[in-house]
């Protein structure tokens, strides 16, 4: 059974969500603030032995101590754990900004129960199905180790999210190939890819620039086709 962190001052809606998702087979433990997400998170980082560790994340902006941004920012450091933002409806530059900062999908509130316990098993099912998939990669500069989900290029560790790392994998299976968003939306983000929907191309873009480094145009943008991995 899934075990999931929920992160939102609404006690209300946290209560709802929380039956909701017990319901249908996901245990879900409730903080109000960001201080108490950080607490618990280094407490379940420090306890994964004994089965405490979380499955995933679920966040709101909007939160009183520490708001829901600065513990993205502060994440790295405490967990690898995958995140779902809870934004207001409209506040875009927000879901931009948690998406640069490492977020793996957003909603917006009010939310639907159904909408989000599907987002929940996508993004842990892509993160479980990554993690046992093994399937050999073309040689490259980029060394994928799927075991450890770890990144390096040209022998030089690089600080990837989930989202990230599956989304270099799917690009390295097809090297030199123009991978339509579509698909990559599909088979990375696990959802049908929306017209006004930019997550696709912010996880993109946040990527090519930890790989400018080593290269000018690690991932080219083919007008109205897709991404082309050319490093």
Not at 99 to 106: N, T
């Amino acid at each position: 059974m899934p075990h999931i962190l929920l992160g939102d001052d609404d006690e209300e809606l946290t209560q709802l969500l929380q039956e909701y998702l017990h319901n249908h087979g996901v245990t879900c433990d409730c903080v109000h603030d960001g201080e108490a997400v950080i607490q618990k998170l280094k407490t379940a980082s420090n306890n994964v032995l004994n089965g405490a560790a979380y499955d995933l994340l679920v966040l709101d902006i909007m939160m009183p101590k520490i708001d829901g941004l600065s513990v993205l920012r502060q994440l790295p450091n405490i967990s690898d754990i995958p995140v779902i933002m809870l934004t207001a409806k409209g506040e875009e530059i927000d879901r931009i900004i948690g998406l640069e900062l490492g977020a793996d999908d957003y909603i917006t509130k009010p939310c639907n129960p159904r909408e989000l316990l599907a987002r929940i098993n996508a993004v842990i099912k892509r993160t479980n199905a990554a993690a046992s998939e093994h399937t050999p990669l073309p040689e490259s500069r980029l060394h994928l180790d799927q075991n450890q989900r770890l990144c390096q290029i040209d022998g030089i560790e690089l600080q990837v999210t989930g989202t990230e790392f599956d989304l270099l994998v799917a690009l390295l299976k097809q090297k030199g190939e123009v991978v339509s968003k579509a698909w990559l939306s599909e088979h990375v983000l696990q959802r049908e890819l929306q017209p006004f929907d930019r997550s696709l191309d912010v996880h993109v873009s946040r990527l090519r620039k930890k790989l400018q480094p080593f290269h000018e145009e690690p991932i080219k943008a083919v007008r109205g086709k897709g991404y082309q991995l050319v490093l």
